[in-house]
Structures are given as C-alpha cells and as structure tokens.
C-alpha cells in the first residue's frame, strides 16, 4: 500500500486517482501509523511551505516521514511536497524544511510570468534512475509553481526543465524523490512516472 499524507495543504485524491488509473492501491490518510506501515508514501502538496510545515509538526508526521526514510522505503514529493524535501525555504521569510536533500527553494525573480503554469519539456540528466523510465528527453509536464529547488548537490537532478533558470523538476537522492511538476495532470508520461515510483515500492498491479 502507497500512502498518500493529507495535512491539509494538497491535491490529494487526484494523486490517489492518479496512481488508481495505473492499478495501484494508494490510501489518503492523516494518520503517522499508517504512514509508517506503508510499502511507499507520496507527500503532495499546494500552498505555502511554513504552513505546510506547521501542519505535518502538528499532525506528528515529522518522525513518521524520517521513519520511512530512514528504513529505506521509497518517499516522493510532489510540487510543495518536493520543496518540502530540501533544507529550507525563502518563501514568506526563512522556513526550515525536512532537509532529506541538502539545499534551498528560491522565489523566480525577474520580468516574465510568475506563477511559472503550463506544460514545459524535460531534459532527462539521469536516464538511468528507474523514475524516468520509459521518458524521453522533450516529454512534457504541467508546471504550477512560483518556487524552485536550489539543490547543493547538482547529482539529485534527475530532469530539469527550462523557465528563465534550469528548474530541477525531478530530484532523487537514495530512496527520496521530488517531482517539482504535477504528475497527475500530466498525461500518459505523468501517470507513468507514478506507476514508476509504485515499481519502486513493489506494488505494481496493472500491464504497461
């Protein structure tokens, strides 16, 4: 069983439909046991990241999610849950994240459209991690987010994209995953991303 964490910042149930049009069991809950006894957990998130903090500290997700972590199960962020992932972040100040990836989450700044929203390409970095198998340098994504990962150690990117800077928009140190993207609203690479990461966890069910 995959877990999907509600602290109530998230899109939650499409992730959970999402990894149900690939076959996989994925159960939303607020609950730290049940994290704890997952095969995988998903961390999801919209919003902002010292809110989001603050609720998963309030909920006792915190040593839930280290647990996981530490016991070598597989652990995606996806959007604010990928920037939750690394040190800390400048959004509305300075928040300390989970600090899983050693780095920080920057504000865009400049002259063009902040939210960056919409569908951009990726530039696979690591064709080798199981994340991104079966996707192709120029596969598209669905993007909402005015924040971006500032990973201290370039390795983790595993495919980046292009918004005025390089945007890491998946990152993976050991069994700790982001996806900065939607992979839900992705289309048929999206769902296949999730279906890579339940491979991961073994819980795959359905035929590619």
């Known amino acids: 069983m995959i877990a999907v964490i509600d602290y109530g910042m998230g899109n939650l149930h499409s992730v959970a439909k999402g990894f149900a049009k690939v076959g996989v069991e994925a159960r939303v809950t607020s609950d730290p046991r ?3 006894e997952a095969d995988g957990v998903v961390l999801p998130g919209v919003g902002a990241f010292g809110d989001a903090m603050f609720n998963l500290r309030h909920l006792g997700m915190l040593d839930a999610i280290r647990r996981v972590v530490k016991e070598g199960r597989p652990l995606l962020g996806i959007c604010l849950g990928m920037q939750l992932l690394f040190s800390e972040s400048e ?3 300075r928040h300390v994240g989970l600090h899983l990836i050693p ?4 504000r865009f700044q ?4 902040i939210p960056h929203m919409g569908w951009n390409d990726l530039t696979i970095r690591r064709p080798d991690h ?3 198998d079966g996707v192709k340098n120029g596969d598209f994504v669905y993007f909402v987010h005015s924040y971006y990962a500032e990973p201290q150690d370039p390795g983790v ?11 890491p928009a998946i990152v993976a140190k050991d069994q700790v995953m982001g996806m900065q993207f939607h992979p839900e609203k992705s289309s048929d690479i999206g769902l296949r991303m999730l279906r890579n ?9 359905g035929q590619a």
């Open 34 to 36: 049940a994290v704890v």
């Open 91 to 93: 959004e509305h100040g």
């Open 103 to 106: 780095g920080k989450v920057r």
């Open 110 to 113: 400049g002259d063009f459209k």
């Open 130 to 132: 199981p994340l991104v």
């Open 157 to 167: 990117v595993v495919a980046d994209t292009d918004y005025h800077v390089q945007v």
């Open 197 to 205: 990461f339940a491979d991961l966890c073994g819980e795959r069910v």
